[in-house]
């Protein structure tokens, strides 16, 4: 779970079959419209609307679903609700660094409901930079190998102007800066490869590294955080090891 990591990414691909598939898109809704509002209705030349709106097709949100949303952060229909975005920052159990990023229409609610989870799983949230200071921003890319030569894709990827790449048993990530993330992206498409998930993320300058008890008191925080409506992402600067989120994983099937 080091910023967007494995963990994170096997719930991505779960995502799509989520039992609770009207909270799922109602996320994705609002992802949508914020991207809509800021950068207009034209994916060509807005990337975060044109991210969001893969990850919405990825889950099989309906055409219409996103269309609609896109029309509403365009201001084209009446009645769209202002979200804000904002960042939180907190540590959970053991002085894991955590940072929540979030789409509201309602900051107290919001707040109230983020204090109450972190206080129940043993953090706390902090003050604005207790925790910023160890995050930067960067492109994310995703890709499993299913096959292919991971270190084709690692030689892909630099070639394509990606500033770091992380390969694990079936996950290679790779780290762009922000405006880089489009045009290796696109690289990596033309090249025949096939894109898990793209997107900002925050990634941890360094990474803690907890036995398996603790990380998965911090696997917990992160849930009850994600299943807060309010919530798109949480990142952190925990490691957790391929074995625990095999665990992990088998469990979540």
Do not use: C
């Amino acid at each position: 779970m080091a910023g967007h990591s494995k963990w994170a990414n096997i719930k991505h691909r779960k995502a799509a079959m989520d039992a609770k598939r009207g909270q799922l898109f109602s996320r994705l809704t609002r992802e949508l419209i914020v991207a809509a509002r800021e950068g207009g209705p034209d994916p060509e030349t807005n990337l975060r609307l044109r991210l969001a709106i893969e990850r919405a097709r990825a889950a099989n949100m309906p055409k219409e679903n996103i269309e609609r949303a896109i029309r509403r952060g365009a201001g084209l229909e009446k009645g769209a609700e202002q979200f804000e975005e904002l960042l939180y920052e907190g540590y959970g159990p053991h002085g894991v660094a955590i940072i929540v990023r979030v789409l509201t229409d309602n900051r107290n609610r919001t707040v109230a409901e983020l204090r109450r989870i972190f206080s129940r799983h043993g953090g706390s949230l902090a003050e604005s930079g207790a925790v910023m200071w160890n995050f930067e921003k960067k492109g994310y890319i995703a890709i499993r190998p299913d096959g292919q030569d991971p270190e084709r894709i690692f030689e892909l990827a630099i070639e394509a102007g990606a500033e770091d790449v992380e390969i694990s048993e079936d996950l290679v990530e790779i780290y762009t800066a922000p405006e880089d993330l489009q045009a290796v992206r696109q690289s990596l498409l033309q090249a025949g490869l096939t894109i898990d998930n793209a997107e900002l993320t925050m990634r941890p300058r360094t990474r803690v590294t907890l036995d398996d008890h603790a990380t998965t008191s911090v696997m917990s925080l992160v849930d009850a955080l994600e299943e807060l409506d309010d919530v798109q992402q949480v990142y952190s600067n925990l490691e957790i090891s391929d074995e625990l989120i095999r665990k992990y994983e088998a469990q979540a099937a």
